[in-house]
């Protein structure tokens, strides 16, 4: 079993920064493949980013590809996203996830979720 606790959501301004984390309860974390998900109000659960679990190669949708960053610190059971350049459209309750292969990005192909952490960007 895993569980999963993000942090650090808030208010920021368009234009602006801010790094949502993620810490695992698990001995195991190294084994997983670490995704963010995001949802906003009245849309389906979606794909952000996400770190590979022996090599950490990342994997990033569109919409965040070259604004998003996505890492993880094995040492500290934690994965983090550093998101630049906010948008109003990036408003969303941001989700980390932890599955069997970082290439994936399905919400059916992830095992565990935290509970989310707000984001919202104001214009």
């Known amino acids: 079993q895993v569980q999963l606790v993000e942090s650090g959501g808030g208010l920021v301004q368009a234009g602006g920064s801010l790094r949502v984390s993620c810490a695992a309860s698990?001995?195991?974390?190294?084994?997983?493949?670490m995704a963010w998900f995001r949802q906003a109000p009245g849309k389906e659960r979606e794909f952000v980013a996400a770190?590979?679990?022996?090599?950490?190669?990342?994997h990033y949708a569109d919409s965040v590809k070259g604004r998003f960053t996505v890492s993880r610190d094995n040492a500290k059971n934690t994965v983090y996203l550093q998101m630049n350049s906010l948008k109003f459209e990036d408003t969303a309750v941001y989700y980390c996830a932890a599955g069997p292969d970082g290439r994936l990005r399905g919400v059916r192909d992830y095992d565990y979720w935290g509970q989310g952490t707000q984001v919202t960007v104001s214009t």
């Open positions: 770190a590979g679990r022996s090599d950490g190669r990342t």
């Open positions: 698990t001995r195991t974390f190294s084994w997983y493949a």
